[in-house]
């Protein structure tokens, strides 16, 4: 059962107490001398983690346990004066006939004509193929039970006006990327595939009907189940989120492995994904198989370099999900820990190691390319504090160019803004009854700004909350 605010019987300090503020630097310019959409990254040079102001309380004041306008739970506490709605739960009957899925996880909010969309993922994995369980027509692979649904949102009442599957048949769809045209690329987070084997623990694992550990694109115009296509040249890995730079239609790629990469695919065609391409490996400049995960600095920049990956599709991901990583590291690759979550913002990618450094809660990091396709690699953020930040995951921008990074893990969860400035602050934290560890993911604006959507993973909850995010 969920309790109402009411139940609560007053307390509105429920969450705001014990967060902190946490300046990574001091000394940076003015927020205003920075362009929009752009971090400073390069002059983050230091880490004070004091931790000496309650969190939110020079800016937003205490997060207050809040009510849905449209079901009345009490599901989030947010700062004052914002409100939400609670769409697209697990199991709810849409708009096509299907039950809503659950493990509700990557998303991002499209203009379709004059129609507010949202693509989401559902991270629906299991260890062997199993007949019956696709949510929707047309499936990849009739054994598999993940794939996206597409939701079609009153931009006034924000809530659901039809919804069904957009993609059915793939398998653990946790994160993906939207692209310069109005696509969601959905991204698959195992690479199990048609053999059957047992694990290291004796589990039964693989016998699907086709293999998994691919990216699918899904027009977000798209009025009922795409045809799933595999995007092979893109790689068999287990992904999770990537973006597009829409001046040269390079896609950046996450993996989400202890040990594993940061890609790029260099396609033969803009805007033509399944045509083909490269897929490259990030290297650190002569400092061949260069480990981000401990004793770095923040502020510092690493020049980098990218080899290509020869085979990115090769069948022995059935049972070796870091094939494509292994491949690229004996060629110099550097190794990251667990990355998540990776968007694009005037020229630059930010992308989440949810448990890299020296604490493992985690490092937010900013890929700047160079006009010689090589680049630069800086950490912005590492949390050494887990009441500071525990474990990012996925992330968006807001429209002053400060980021809303969705916490993975930890004993609250909270959606936490990262600001130009290096200050972290909690906006959102998670209040629902008997889930209040469950992690927040999606997190995406309308195209107006006006809008947050966001996704409560389990047990499966959409919210749209509105308020000053022009603040933020």
């Given at each position: 059962m969920i309790k109402t605010l009411s139940e609560l019987k007053g307390n509105k300090a429920l969450s705001g107490l014990g967060r902190r503020s946490f300046l990574l630097h001091a000394g940076l310019a003015s927020v205003g001398a920075v362009a929009v959409n752009a971090?400073?990254?390069s002059e983050i040079i230091g880490a004070v983690a004091n931790g000496l102001a309650p969190a939110n309380a020079a800016r937003f004041g205490p997060l207050i346990p809040t009510e849905t306008t449209n079901t009345h739970e009490l599901l989030l506490a947010l700062p004052d004066g914002f409100q939400?709605?609670?769409?697209?739960?697990?199991?709810?009957?849409?708009?096509d006939g299907n039950l809503t899925p659950p493990e509700h996880d990557g998303m991002w909010a499209f203009q379709v004509r004059n129609q507010l969309r949202?693509?989401?993922?559902?991270?629906?994995?299991?260890?062997?193929?199993?007949?019956?369980?696709?949510?929707?027509?047309?499936?990849?692979?009739?054994?598999?039970?993940?794939?996206?649904?597409?939701?079609?949102?009153?931009?006034?009442t924000r809530e659901i006006v039809r919804d069904f599957v957009s993609l059915s048949g793939?398998?653990?769809?946790?994160?993906?990327?939207?692209?310069p045209w109005n696509s969601w690329i959905s991204c698959e987070e195992t690479t199990l595939g048609t053999?059957?084997?047992?694990?290291?623990?004796?589990?039964?694992?693989?016998?699907?009907?086709?293999?998994?550990?691919?990216?699918?694109?899904?027009?977000?115009?798209?009025?009922?189940?795409?045809?799933p296509v595999p995007l092979k040249a893109m790689g068999r890995f287990v992904h999770e989120a990537l973006a597009v730079d829409p001046k040269t239609g390079v896609v950046y790629l996450t993996e989400d492995k202890e040990s594993c990469g940061f890609y790029r695919f260099i396609p033969k065609k803009k805007r033509q994904l399944a045509a083909g391409g490269r897929l490259q490996i990030l290297c650190v400049q002569d400092q061949p198989r260069f480990d981000t995960r401990m004793g770095q600095k923040i502020g510092a920049s690493l020049p980098v370099r990218w080899v290509d990956i020869r085979e990115p599709d090769p069948a022995r991901a059935d049972r070796?999900?870091?094939?494509?990583?292994?491949?690229?590291?004996?060629?110099?690759?550097?190794?990251?820990?667990?990355?998540?979550g990776c968007i694009h913002g005037n020229g630059k990618i930010f992308f989440t190691s949810t448990s890299g450094?020296?604490?493992?809660?985690?490092?937010?990091?900013?890929?700047?390319?160079?006009?010689?396709?090589?680049?630069?690699?800086?950490?912005?953020?590492e949390p050494t504090d887990p009441l500071v930040m525990n474990n990012p995951d996925t992330l968006c921008q807001t429209r002053q160019g400060n980021l809303l990074i969705c916490e993975d893990n930890g004993a609250s969860i909270h959606l936490q803004l990262l600001t130009q400035s290096g200050e972290i602050t909690s906006v959102v934290k998670n209040v629902m009854k008997g889930y209040e560890t469950r992690e927040f993911a999606g997190v995406t604006f309308s195209p107006d700004g006006q809008t947050l959507f966001m996704n409560l993973q389990v047990p499966g909850v959409t919210f749209a909350i509105w308020g000053q995010w022009d603040q933020m």
């Amino acid at each position: 059962m969920i309790k109402t605010l009411s139940e609560l019987k007053g307390n509105k300090a429920l969450s705001g107490l014990g967060r902190r503020s946490f300046l990574l630097h001091a000394g940076l310019a003015s927020v205003g001398a920075v362009a929009v959409n752009a971090f400073r990254g390069s002059e983050i040079i230091g880490a004070v983690a004091n931790g000496l102001a309650p969190a939110n309380a020079a800016r937003f004041g205490p997060l207050i346990p809040t009510e849905t306008t449209n079901t009345h739970e009490l599901l989030l506490a947010l700062p004052d004066g914002f409100q939400y709605t609670a769409i697209g739960k697990t199991g709810k009957k849409m708009w096509d006939g299907n039950l809503t899925p659950p493990e509700h996880d990557g998303m991002w909010a499209f203009q379709v004509r004059n129609q507010l969309r949202l693509v989401r993922n559902h991270e629906v994995g299991h260890p062997i193929g199993k007949p019956g369980v696709a949510i929707g027509e047309n499936p990849y692979d009739s054994l598999a039970g993940g794939g996206t649904t597409t939701l079609v949102i009153d931009p006034q009442t924000r809530e659901i006006v039809r919804d069904f599957v957009s993609l059915s048949g793939t398998l653990v769809n946790c994160a993906g990327g939207l692209t310069p045209w109005n696509s969601w690329i959905s991204c698959e987070e195992t690479t199990l595939g048609t053999e059957q084997f047992k694990n290291a623990a004796g589990q039964d694992q693989g016998g699907f009907a086709k293999p998994h550990g691919y990216c699918f694109e899904v027009p977000a115009a798209a009025d009922k189940p795409v045809q799933p296509v595999p995007l092979k040249a893109m790689g068999r890995f287990v992904h999770e989120a990537l973006a597009v730079d829409p001046k040269t239609g390079v896609v950046y790629l996450t993996e989400d492995k202890e040990s594993c990469g940061f890609y790029r695919f260099i396609p033969k065609k803009k805007r033509q994904l399944a045509a083909g391409g490269r897929l490259q490996i990030l290297c650190v400049q002569d400092q061949p198989r260069f480990d981000t995960r401990m004793g770095q600095k923040i502020g510092a920049s690493l020049p980098v370099r990218w080899v290509d990956i020869r085979e990115p599709d090769p069948a022995r991901a059935d049972r070796d999900p870091i094939a494509v990583f292994k491949e690229g590291y004996e060629s110099g690759a550097a190794t990251f820990r667990r990355l998540e979550g990776c968007i694009h913002g005037n020229g630059k990618i930010f992308f989440t190691s949810t448990s890299g450094g020296e604490k493992k809660l985690g490092q937010v990091w900013e890929y700047i390319p160079d006009a010689k396709g090589d680049g630069s690699l800086t950490l912005l953020a590492e949390p050494t504090d887990p009441l500071v930040m525990n474990n990012p995951d996925t992330l968006c921008q807001t429209r002053q160019g400060n980021l809303l990074i969705c916490e993975d893990n930890g004993a609250s969860i909270h959606l936490q803004l990262l600001t130009q400035s290096g200050e972290i602050t909690s906006v959102v934290k998670n209040v629902m009854k008997g889930y209040e560890t469950r992690e927040f993911a999606g997190v995406t604006f309308s195209p107006d700004g006006q809008t947050l959507f966001m996704n409560l993973q389990v047990p499966g909850v959409t919210f749209a909350i509105w308020g000053q995010w022009d603040q933020m």
